[in-house]
């Protein structure tokens, strides 16, 4: 990840971080265009920043653009949305208006996807409703409308992250309480995609556990353990060269691999830890890149799939088992216990 230096940061509502000098002195606070240099992993660059009192200040979107994380806001609840396992995509607008079609009335009905999936999966805020407009979404592009609660628009926020980076699903209010799923495809990971997709080609003709290896060994050549450090997707896969990442760049990268090449996986999570789950032989196979990374650099070769009960220890006791099931459940129908 990279790291930005001779920053202080700091919030001043309708002043610097969204506005500018004017905004600052109709609030009765002084601000003048900071002088002090600033760098981004020891090179200097140009960044408009204000000083107030002894601190530095500012906009949010340009410290998103020097660092490479996404940033969106909702107008839903005002809230400001970072996502660092992203790049950043452009000028900081509402997440809202990041689309790519606009959506379409659907003249059919929404399938009813959930009289095929387990049962279990679904709860009070995962619910069958929800199920069958992702899938129709993950299917079609876009889903019917559907009427939401807000415990329900959290838990999908969570299974949309869980199943995809790219390309993203986009929960999208219609107004009075509706909302309709919509795939995005960001063209930040045009070179990523470019790049996955060259290495996929490679893998013709191969079984999909010879190809989920390959992908592992991909990733994992790409990749260099450091628990303090984030490599996204979009900058793991879109330049050459060894980067440093923690779990998560381990669990997005190989995910990012497994869309591209059409293989069901899920990230899940611990408490202290990331992984991931795969589809293959007619189930779900448990994917710990970042343990089989080190078996893999010290022997040249490891065993990559495992059955969940033989991850042992509470770094693999799953945070969210229902999200993981449900997500499961919309890649590959009845498929999870």
């Known amino acids: 990840m990279k790291q930005i230096t001779n920053l202080a940061l700091g919030i001043l509502i309708g002043a610097v971080a969204f506005g500018g000098g004017a905004a600052t ?17 020891g090179s200097p660059v140009t960044v408009d920043a204000y000083l107030i009192g002894e601190n530095n200040y500012l906009k949010l979107r340009d410290i998103a653009a020097l660092a490479d994380f996404g940033v969106t806001w909702s107008p839903e609840s005002g809230a400001v949305l970072i996502d660092t396992m992203v790049g950043y995509s452009g000028e900081f607008k509402p997440a809202e208006a990041v689309t790519t079609t606009p959506r379409q009335e659907s003249a059919e009905p929404q399938p009813n996807y959930h009289e095929k999936a387990n049962a279990s999966a679904f709860d009070n ?57 919509q795939r995005k495809y960001s063209s930040a ?11 996929l080609d490679t893998l013709a003709g191969k079984s999909a556990d010879d190809k989920l290896y390959a992908i592992a060994c991909y990733v994992c050549d790409r990749l260099e353990y450091d628990e303090s450090s984030t490599a996204t997707p979009r900058a793991l896969h879109a330049t050459e060269g060894v980067k440093k990442g923690n779990c998560m760049s381990y669990a ?12 069901p996986c899920i990230l899940v999570h611990s408490d202290v830890h990331q992984w991931n ?51 499961k459940e919309l890649f590959v129908p009845n498929s999870t216990k």
């Open 252 to 263: 997005h990268g190989f995910q990012y691999m497994c869309n591209l090449a059409n293989i």
């Open 189 to 199: 990971y045009e070179n990523a995609a470019r790049t996955g997709q060259a290495f």
């Open 125 to 181: 805020a995962y619910t069958a409703e929800a199920y069958d407009a992702l899938r129709q979404c993950m299917a079609d592009g876009q889903s019917a409308p559907i009427t939401i609660s807000a415990e329900t628009r959290a838990a999908m926020q969570g299974v949309t992250a869980a199943i995809s980076s790219y390309p993203s699903y986009d929960l999208k209010p219609d107004g009075n309480g509706a909302a309709h799923f």
């Open 277 to 327: 789950e795969v589809y293959t032989n007619g189930r779900w196979y448990s994917v710990d890149l970042t343990s089989f990374d080190i078996r893999y650099t010290e022997t040249g070769s490891a065993r990559l799939l495992a059955d969940a009960s033989e991850l042992q220890g509470s770094i693999y006791l799953q945070s969210e088992p229902q999200l993981a099931r449900f997500a």
């Open 25 to 41: 002195a109709a609030s009765g606070i002084m601000a003048t265009r900071s002088e002090m240099p600033f760098f981004v992993n």
